[in-house]
């Protein structure tokens, strides 16, 4: 086995297309992989010492966060988390302090778990990927990235260099909520994001809302985003939106959550979670 | 397997040792360098024995390569105490008797420094937010708490 530590993303990618390579950013879900034998690498590119990779910068009014930057560097970064909380909080639910001294908001997208707390409210942000190869860059909805448990859309060489989070409009609020039977530590059973801009009289002018464990890849339910558009979120809204993230969930059944517990939770979640995001965007509830 | 050849600084001491690519960052403290502070408890980053901080950032050293470490600044459990003189969190945690087996303890020292660099006033309950991190099987946690706040006190009035 080696250790790799690239200097520039061509590099990377070149090292990225050998047999069993694997990429470090933070390592917290890799280095569990290899000390359980699920992973076995040949070559740990270590992309930590590219350019920009740990930089969070402002990119066309919205925040480029690079791959290798942590959960708590995210946290600590003042506008960011004005203009993103949710993406941010959700970030921040991923493990301990320990952890998000280390972890990514790339790695818990690229380690492609159902229940990964740092993708639902990605996906409610429009966040894009930008990817880099062997042929170069390219820019990808993220979205599109997880493809089932444990899998993504990256093709061989490839990596998550950044991610884009676009320019807020005024009056815009997210939040990002999950259920988990403790207070801290725990993998969500459910999850739920909501994205929210108001006009200026407080109604809904649009709406994504995105959940997470409750299928083989969190998902957008763009049903339930349309359920807000035009209203002030009034009880009938709120019905609408759970009754339509309900209808979205094809989850699991396991010893963490059952199916029905799973489906009712998601849809108590985006409730709460649309409140959340509503007073955010200067709404009042 | 080609070792690495690893220069560091750890509690503030330049520090080099080589090791496997795929050898952690506690194992490389531990056998290589031999501070045995930091402890493996599960090895997987949920119990938090094995804390250290890594260029100031608390972080589980199981889940940091050992290679990471080239030109970065380690702080262990090690570094705590000046000498003879324990660290203020040392002293409280034998006040309080915060602890019983003592493996999760420096774990949890280290923790509380890095949330005490930060928080300086912190409430209970961001105390039991930050070191949720660090399973104690013993205390209950309620005297750790207790440690960890007159502490704080200790070193606000300092």
Request: with cysteine.
């Amino acid at each position: 086995m080696r250790y790799a530590i690239p200097k520039t993303a061509a590099e990377a990618a070149s090292l990225l297309m050998e047999e069993a390579a694997r990429v470090l950013a933070g390592g917290t879900d890799l280095l569990v992989q290899m000390k359980s034998g699920a992973r076995s690498p040949e070559v740990i590119v270590d992309i930590k010492h590219l350019p920009g990779l740990r930089d969070i910068s402002r990119e066309d009014g919205g925040f480029r966060i690079g791959a290798a930057v942590s959960g708590a560097e995210m946290q600590e970064h003042a506008d960011l988390v004005a203009a993103w909380p949710g993406v941010v909080e959700g970030v921040n639910l991923i493990g301990s302090t320990q952890i998000q001294g280390r972890a990514t908001m790339a790695g818990n997208l690229c380690n492609g778990s159902p229940a990964a707390d740092g993708v639902p409210a990605q996906i409610a942000a429009q966040a894009v990927v930008r990817i880099v190869g062997p042929k170069g860059e390219r820019d990808c909805p993220v979205a599109e990235i997880p493809t089932g448990p444990g899998k993504i859309s990256l093709g061989r060489g490839e990596f998550v260099a950044s991610i884009l989070l676009p320019a807020r409009p005024e009056r815009s609020g997210d939040a990002y909520l999950r259920f988990i039977p403790r207070t801290e530590m725990d993998i969500a059973v459910a999850g739920a994001a909501v994205n929210l801009v108001l006009a200026a009289d407080g109604t809904v002018d649009q709406a994504r809302v995105a959940l997470g464990a409750v299928a083989p890849t969190a998902m957008l339910v763009e049903e339930a985003g349309a359920a807000l558009v035009g209203t002030k979120l009034e009880q009938p809204a709120l019905d609408a939106l759970a009754k339509a993230c309900e209808a979205a969930c094809k989850p699991i059944d396991d010893k963490r959550g059952t199916v029905e517990f799973r489906t009712h939770v998601a849809g108590v979640l985006a409730r709460r979670a649309a409140r959340i995001a509503y007073v955010r965007a200067g709404g009042r509830a | 397997m080609k070792t690495l050849h690893v220069s560091t600084r750890v509690n503030g001491d330049e520090t080099d040792f080589v090791c496997a690519p795929d050898e952690t960052l506690l194992d490389a403290l531990r056998n290589r360098i031999g501070l045995t502070g930091a402890k493996e408890g599960c090895g997987t980053g949920d119990c938090g024995a094995c804390s250290v901080t890594l260029n100031g950032r608390l972080v589980c050293s199981c889940l940091v390569l050992a290679a990471e470490a080239e030109g970065a600044e380690i702080g262990t459990i090690e570094g705590l105490a000046d000498g003879d003189k324990l660290h203020v969190l040392q002293q409280s945690f034998l006040d309080h008797a915060a602890l019983q087996c003592g493996i999760c303890t420096p774990g949890i020292l280290v923790a509380s420094k890095a949330l005490l660099e930060k928080h300086p006033e912190p409430t209970d309950e961001e105390v039991r937010y930050w070191l949720a991190g660090n399973l104690c099987r013993c205390t209950g946690y309620d005297k750790i708490i207790r440690a960890v706040q007159d502490a704080a006190q200790k070193l606000r009035s300092a």
